[in-house]
């Protein structure tokens, strides 16, 4: 009888829903455009990825108001490289904003962060500039840094001194001058920290420090195999190599990023699971340390 009734309650029950794939595009076509950047005293030029009503070049947004993603470079970097992650973030309802400065042999990482929360400070004032291609459709509420390498560290200095930043989520960051593990301490938004193991450039070693000095929430994924280079779309002199593909790496950063960024930045609870639950910490591609 107890079979019968376990068999009974099986057939009734509705089959678990499967994880989505946030690897896999979102369902907004993706607009981009390089813009002017002018805000908080600071001047540059940018390139921004956008939820798009069709996608290509200065196509109109999306209906609808959307969070955004400051995000840095790495070193020499131009911020095309990060495409991939860039446009996928916006496919899931991002507006990403890349500034394009600090890309010469001698950057200045203190202005990079200043550079960073401007753009911030200039998306959200695109929210009510008349004629703006953002009119209307940022949430000026929702904001999040992110970046590579010297953009992490970058990252990391810039929420620090902006206590309007949501979230910060970045790739490989790199300890700074000043320091990214100092500012860790006082940033108080969540924060991830994704790595490679074998990462020959930035280190892991170097999330782990500003892991360790950030208050919680917070948490540090590192992905098995992982590499420096693998974090962009292709490598020039001087990378490194791992021990997976770089698409295979590109696969990994935008499931986990966008899962980051929908649920602090969208509230989407249905993916507390891959950002928090096991779907997260019994992940066998990414090791996972944390605290909420």
């Known amino acids: 009888m107890i079979v019968s009734l376990l068999a009974l309650t099986a057939l009734l029950s509705p089959p678990a829903r499967a994880a989505i794939d946030l690897s896999a595009p979102g369902p907004d076509p993706v607009g981009y455009s390089d813009v002017s950047v002018s805000a908080a005293g600071r001047s540059f030029s940018a390139r921004m990825w956008y939820p798009a009503s069709s996608a290509g070049q200065n196509t109109p947004v999306a209906a609808g ?61 695109q929210d009510t500039t008349a004629g703006s291609r953002l009119a209307g459709h940022v949430r000026t509420d929702r904001l999040a840094l992110s970046g590579h390498s010297m953009g992490g560290g970058a990252s990391i200095l810039a929420a620090a001194q902006n206590p309007a930043v949501t979230t910060v989520a970045n790739l490989a960051a790199a300890e700074t001058n000043p320091s990214a593990v100092s500012a860790a301490a006082r940033v108080a938004a969540p924060m991830q920290l994704v790595g490679g193991t074998n990462d020959t450039i930035v280190p892991l070693s170097n999330q782990q420090n500003m892991y360790n000095a950030k208050p ?67 992940d066998p591609a990414v090791r996972f340390t944390g605290q909420q």
């Open 216 to 282: 919680a929430p917070k948490q540090l994924r590192a992905i098995v195999g992982g590499f420096h280079c693998g974090f962009i779309d292709s490598s020039g002199f001087g990378c490194d190599s791992g021990q997976i593909t770089r698409a295979a790496q590109l696969s990994i950063t935008r499931r986990v990023l966008t899962a980051w960024f929908l649920y602090y930045l969208r509230g989407d609870t249905s993916v507390h699971d891959q950002v928090w639950g096991p779907g997260a910490t019994s």
């Open 65 to 125: 108001r959307f969070p955004v993603v400051s995000f840095g470079h790495g070193f020499v970097q131009s911020v095309t490289t990060y495409s991939s992650t860039t446009s996928h973030l916006a496919s899931w309802g991002l507006i990403v904003v890349a500034p394009k400065s600090q890309g010469g042999l001698f950057p200045s990482h203190s202005a990079f962060a200043l550079d960073l929360n401007a753009a911030l400070s200039w998306a959200v004032a």
